[in-house]
C-alpha cells in the first residue's frame, strides 16, 4: 500500500474488509445490516440502501487498540471538571434511560423511531406536557446516555426528541455537532416513524 492512501483508496480498504466479514473471512469481526432496501424516487433516481455495520470481538478490539497503542502517539486534551454534565438520577432518569434503550434497538432494527417533546414528557415524568416543559425534557435528554448507535456514533437520548411540526431535534441539539453527524442523523432518523399521540407505544 502507499505511504498515504487517499480517501478513495481508504474507502476500498474498507469496504474490502467489510465484504470479506460479510463473508465470513475475517476473525472477530461480523456485519450487520441496517436500513432500507435499495429503491428509487419519484424522478428515478436510486436512494440509499441498507448500510453494513461491522461488529467486532472484544480480542479483536484488544489487538487493535494494542497495534493502534504502537503506532500512535495522541495527547488527549484535558478539560476543565465544568465541562462535565453528571448523568441523570431518579425514576424519571430510569424510564428515560429504558425509552432511549428501546429506540436505539428500533434503529438496529431497521425500525427507526423517534417521538415529540410532548410523547417523551408525558411518558418519562407522566405529568401533562406544557411548552414550559421543553427545556425539563431536552435536559434530561442530554443527561441520559450516552449509548453507541450504528452509522452515528455515541448518542443520548435527545437526538431522539424532535419538534412535532419539523420532526428534527431544536437547535441546541446541533450545536457542536459536525456536519457529518447532521447528514448521518437524517439518514438514519430523517424518516423516522414518529410518536406523538397519547395513544402512540413503543
Not at 487517499?6 to 466479514?21: E, G, L
Request: aromatic share 6%.
Amino acid at each position: 500500500l502507499p505511504v498515504k492512501l487517499t480517501d478513495d483508496q481508504n474507502d476500498a480498504c474498507i469496504a474490502a474488509i467489510i465484504a470479506a466479514a460479510a463473508d465470513g473471512k475475517v476473525a472477530g469481526m461480523s456485519v450487520e445490516r441496517i436500513g432500507k432496501e435499495l429503491y428509487r424516487d419519484e424522478t428515478h433516481q436510486l436512494r440509499e440502501g441498507p448500510m453494513a455495520i461491522p461488529s467486532i470481538s472484544e480480542e479483536l478490539r484488544r489487538r487493535l487498540d494494542e497495534l493502534l497503542g504502537r503506532m500512535l502517539k495522541v495527547k488527549l486534551p484535558q478539560y476543565e471538571a465544568t465541562h462535565y454534565t453528571p448523568p441523570a438520577t431518579g425514576e424519571p432518569a430510569q424510564r428515560a434511560t429504558e425509552l432511549l434503550g428501546k429506540l436505539v434497538a428500533h434503529v438496529t432494527q431497521g425500525n427507526p423511531v423517534v417521538c415529540s417533546y410532548s410523547w417523551a414528557y408525558n411518558r418519562i415524568f407522566e405529568q401533562r406536557w406544557s411548552r414550559n416543559c421543553t427545556s425539563t425534557i431536552v435536559s434530561l435528554g442530554e443527561r441520559t446516555g450516552p449509548v453507541e448507535l450504528p452509522g452515528l456514533g455515541f448518542v443520548h437520548l435527545d437526538a431522539f426528541i424532535v419538534a412535532a411540526k419539523s420532526r428534527k431535534p431544536g437547535e441546541g441539539h446541533w450545536k457542536g455537532k459536525s456536519t457529518e453527524y447532521k447528514q448521518h442523523w437524517y439518514e438514519l432518523l430523517g424518516a423516522a416513524k414518529l410518536l406523538h399521540e397519547k395513544r402512540d407505544s413503543i
